[in-house]
């Protein structure tokens, strides 16, 4: 026997005003109606953040005693890691805005969740090439090391560039000294070169060099003295395979633009701010110490451009106050309420489903459509 439905002839313009209305209101609530979710590794951010703050205060403590002046005009902050503008002991010349943002200590946070992108867990080892152009990105990056448990196998490039660690009584070194002996950090590194061009000190002064030279000693670092920028890559590489042993290196981070460890100016750029896990095209004809890690299949967590790791992970990028720890969306961040959004979308289907398909939309309007001029009828279906 064959059964009777009834369907509209056509759909008229009302109906999908109607289900256009209710389409809309349903973005509109799926977009205002957001929720706040915390980001993974939401603890281990925020003790790297914390352990970041700590050894910030120690470092400004450290100057003060030492009778290093803190400038209110380029150190607005008071946090003790911006340099000099220019001293015996500048390899380069830098930007004063970035060392400035550079002091965030939630940027230990953003080396965590870069670390733990790249799997990076509990005992694992990280090389490290650390630069005293930004002792401020050092400090994140031993943070978040220590704050997950891992270990770092550390070296060092020891000339600051302009605003960086440039002071000649007190560079990156003795920094990392003072961070140990105040408990901070467990860890130092375990070489240390001059630094600036072809990790040489290439340019600096006699004296200058000499400075560096005597910084390195007293640091206890084994000092890589080189010949070249390909003898100072080789014998960074020599260094962390002799520390690892039979141990994998599980990453490798950079910290700004040391030769040895990014090669020439073009292979900084060539390399992505953040995380990457494998050489970027055209990078092998750039040495460097980044690039022989990237084609070992080991990430490289490259920390430069500061300014766009910042806006990504949603930082405060104002050089006049210290950040709180936990503010940024690399710990929270506003998502969409997926129940909301999926309890719409079946709204939203429902409707079509009962004013196009169904005659339940007719019933609900046809109070309105009697009235109506020239109104047909519902057709007989079979």
């Not at 467990?186 to 240390?192: G, L, Q, T």
């Not at 084994?222 to 962390?240: H, N």
């Not at 920390?303 to 503010?327: F, M, Q, Y």
Request: aromatic share 6%; no cysteine; glycine share 10%.
């Amino acid at each position: 026997m064959k059964r009777i439905y009834w369907r509209p002839p056509s759909v008229s313009r009302a109906v999908l005003l109607l289900i256009a209305t209710i389409a809309v209101a349903a973005v509109v609530l799926v977009e205002t109606m957001g929720v706040e979710r915390q980001q993974p590794w939401y603890a281990e951010k925020i003790a790297a953040a914390r352990l970041a703050l700590r050894a910030t205060e120690a470092i400004r403590v450290e100057k003060q005693r030492r009778g290093l002046r803190l400038d209110p005009e380029t150190d607005p902050a008071g946090t003790g890691l911006i340099g000099e503008p220019v001293t015996s002991v500048t390899s380069n010349t830098g930007n004063l805005l970035a060392k400035q943002r550079s002091t965030n200590p939630n940027f230990a946070a953003v080396v965590v969740h870069y670390l733990r992108r790249a799997n990076v867990a509990k005992g694992d080892l990280v090389a490290v090439g650390l630069s005293g152009s930004f002792p401020a990105l050092n400090i994140a990056t031993y943070a978040a090391i220590e704050a997950i448990e891992a270990e770092p196998i550390a070296i060092s490039s020891v000339s600051g560039s302009e605003w960086g660690a440039n002071h000649p009584e007190y560079l990156w070194v003795d920094m990392e000294r003072t961070l140990v002996e105040a408990g901070v950090f467990r860890h130092r590194s375990v070489a240390a070169s001059r630094g600036g061009i072809d990790d040489r000190g290439v340019g600096m002064s006699k004296e200058g060099r000499a400075l560096v030279d005597d910084a390195i000693v007293r640091s206890g670092a084994e000092r890589l003295d080189t010949k070249s920028l390909a003898d100072a890559i080789e014998r960074r590489m020599q260094v962390y395979a002799a520390r690892a042993g039979d141990r994998p290196v599980r990453a490798y981070v950079n910290v700004g633009g040391g030769s040895a460890s990014v090669g020439t100016h073009v292979g900084k750029k060539q390399f992505k701010p953040g995380l990457n896990r494998e050489p970027p095209p055209g990078a092998r004809l750039m040495d460097s110490v980044m690039l022989r890690f990237a084609e070992r299949d080991v990430p490289v967590i490259h920390l430069t451009n500061i300014e766009e790791l910042a806006k990504r992970h949603g930082l405060d990028v104002r050089p006049e106050t210290t950040s709180p720890v936990g503010t940024g969306k690399v710990y929270v961040q506003e998502e969409y309420n997926r129940w909301l959004a999926g309890v719409s979308v079946l709204v939203v289907l429902g409707a079509m489903l009962a004013f196009i398909r169904l005659d339940v939309g007719l019933r609900i309007l046809r109070g309105a459509s009697r009235s109506g001029a020239g109104s047909r009828q519902p057709q007989q279906m079979v």
